[in-house]
């Protein structure tokens, strides 16, 4: 799964990168420790027919299905399996139409040796943003109006699989048109992934297991 990761990218550069007009409502960044159920800033479509466009917004990350009363309904959904993510019923139409794109400068995965939970950071080897492919869908049970989203997720291959079985689909700049919907269909194809010449992973300190911890520092290597 992907339960945290780091984002740096201003807003304004965020919008420009994705070619999308941003609203108002922008998360805060830097945030080096962005934990499910804060607001994260994701591009997705809007609009229909000619007049549908790009945009930045900020969304909750943890998805919440239709029949939720409350958002803390049923379990916390930050991940989305893309192997089922068309078949579950709190996902399929938001994988039919409503996805979306998140950029981060990476994202934090641990394994576990012995009784310790030690973190890695995993991120692009050419420095650009790693831009992964998430779904969204606005709940609203009349008195409360929540958007939010999950991170689409594949089974790990290469390097990432010696420590979690799991990674997010991370999406190159030509993919991203595809995912949104904005070239027709055919997104399953993006469902796979990345190879190891993509990213990087290293060593941080275990100060990060702590979801209050903030600072550049999470992200230093350990014997930096």
């Known amino acids: 799964m992907c339960g945290r990761f780091a984002v740096t990218l201003p807003p304004d550069a965020m919008a420009q990168l994705f070619g999308a007009t941003p609203a108002n409502d922008l998360a805060d960044v830097p945030n080096f420790n962005v934990c499910p159920t804060v607001p994260v800033n994701v591009c997705s479509l809007v609009g229909s027919g000619d007049d549908t466009g790009r945009r930045l917004s900020a969304m909750r990350w943890g998805f919440i299905p ?32 409503r996805r979306c794109l998140i950029a981060m400068d990476g994202f934090y995965e641990w394994d576990r040796q012995g009784d310790e939970k030690l973190p890695w950071f995993i991120h692009r080897r050419d420095g650009a943003p790693m831009v992964v492919g998430g779904v969204w869908q606005t709940w609203d049970c009349g008195d409360e109006a929540l958007t939010t989203c999950a991170i689409v997720t594949i089974e790990a291959s290469g390097q990432m699989a010696e420590i979690h079985n799991r990674i997010p689909v991370i999406l190159e700049p030509d993919d991203w048109a595809l995912w949104l919907g904005e070239k027709g269909k055919g997104a399953a194809a ?8 993509v990213y990087r992973m290293y060593r941080v300190g275990q100060e990060v297991n702590s979801n209050r911890a903030s600072g550049a520092g999470l992200i230093e290597p350990l014997n930096a």
């Open 66 to 97: 239709h029949w939720y009363k409350k958002p803390n309904d049923g379990p916390l959904l930050i991940n989305a399996r893309g192997e089922t993510v068309a078949e579950k019923p709190a996902f399929r139409a938001a994988a039919r139409e």
């Open 190 to 197: 993006l469902m796979q992934a990345a190879p190891d010449d």
